[in-house]
C-alpha cells in the first residue's frame, strides 16, 4: 500500500528562542502518536554544512590552517542554498516514505540573517532559494532579543558571529517583515510567543501542527 506522504515542518527563530529545543519536543510528540519521524537541522551536518558551522564560529576551516575563514554574505548565502539543495533531497524521500520532517531552520533564517549587508536582498536570497522541498508549515518562536542573549550566555557553546545584541535586532525585523515574502514562496509561517515557559511553548505548537493533516499537503 502507498504510504500517505509525511508533513514537513519548520521551526524559525532568532538564537537563542528555543528552536533546537521545541523541534526536540514537537518530535517526541508526533513519535508518541506512533508517527515515523525524521528530526533534522540546518545548517546540516554535511560537508557544506560543516563548512559553513565553522565560518559561522569563527573556527579555521582546514586541518592546514589555524586562521578562522571569513566569507561574505553572497558566498554564505550560495553556500547555505547548497547545503539546503542537497537536505531537500532527502526531506523528499524521508517524505515519501511517509516519515513526518520536523526541521530546526530553514530558508527563513536564509532571509533573515543573509540579508543583514546592503549588498544582498531578501528578494535574492528567495531567488537563490528556488526549486528546494516547500514545507507545509512553518513556526516562527518570536521572543524579544534580550531574553534570546541571556538564553545564550547560560550556554557552553562558542557563540556564533550573529550573537550581538544591535545584529539580533536587526534580524528580528529582518524575520518580521519578509513573513510575507517567505509565505509567498515557501508556504504558511505561523508566529508563536516563545519568550513562555518551554512547555508552554511546545503546546502552542502543538495546536498548530495538530490541525495539519498528513498525506493532503503538496
Ligand atoms: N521557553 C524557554 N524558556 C527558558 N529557557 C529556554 C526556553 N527554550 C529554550 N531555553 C533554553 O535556552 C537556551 C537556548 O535554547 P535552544 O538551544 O533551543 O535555542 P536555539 O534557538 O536552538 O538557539 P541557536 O539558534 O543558537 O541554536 C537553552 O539553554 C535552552 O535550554
Ligand atoms: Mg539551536
Not at 518530535?27 to 525524521?38: G, I
Not at 554574505?73 to 511517509?98: N, V
Not at 536570497?125 to 526549486?131: Q, S
Request: glycine share 6%.
Amino acid at each position: 500500500m502507498k504510504k500517505n506522504r509525511g508533513r514537513f515542518i519548520v521551526l524559525e527563530g532568532l538564537d537563542g528562542s528555543g528552536t533546537t529545543t521545541q523541534t526536540r519536543h514537537l518530535a517526541k510528540w508526533l513519535e508518541d502518536q506512533n508517527l515515523t519521524v525524521k528530526k533534522t537541522f540546518e545548517p546540516t551536518d554535511g560537508p557544506v554544512g560543516k563548512l559553513i558551522r565553522n565560518v559561522l564560529s569563527r573556527k579555521p576551516v582546514s586541518s592546514d590552517s589555524n586562521t578562522p575563514a571569513s566569507f561574505s554574505e553572497d558566498a554564505l548565502c550560495l553556500l547555505f542554498a547548497a547545503d539546503r539543495i542537497e537536505h531537500s533531497h532527502q526531506i523528499r524521500e524521508w517524505q515519501a516514505g511517509g516519515r513526518d520532517v520536523v526541521c530546526d531552520r530553514y530558508v527563513h533564517s536564509s532571509i533573515a540573517y543573509q540579508s543583514l549587508g546592503p549588498s544582498i536582498s531578501a528578494e535574492r536570497v528567495v531567488e537563490t532559494n528556488r526549486g528546494v522541498a516547500v514545507p507545509d508549515l512553518t513556526i516562527f518562536l518570536d521572543i524579544p532579543v534580550e531574553a534570546c542573549l541571556e538564553r545564550l550566555q547560560g550556554r557552553n557553546e562558542s557563540p556564533s558571529v550573529y550573537e550581538k545584541k544591535n545584529i539580533l535586532a536587526q534580524i528580528h525585523r529582518n524575520y518580521l517583515k519578509t513573513a510575507a515574502l517567505y509565505a509567498e514562496h515557501f508556504g504558511p509561517i505561523y508566529t508563536v510567543d516563545g519568550s513562555r515557559s518551554v512547555a508552554e511553548v511546545t503546546e502552542a505548537i502543538k495546536v498548530i501542527v495538530g490541525k495539519l493533516r498528513k498525506g493532503v499537503s503538496r
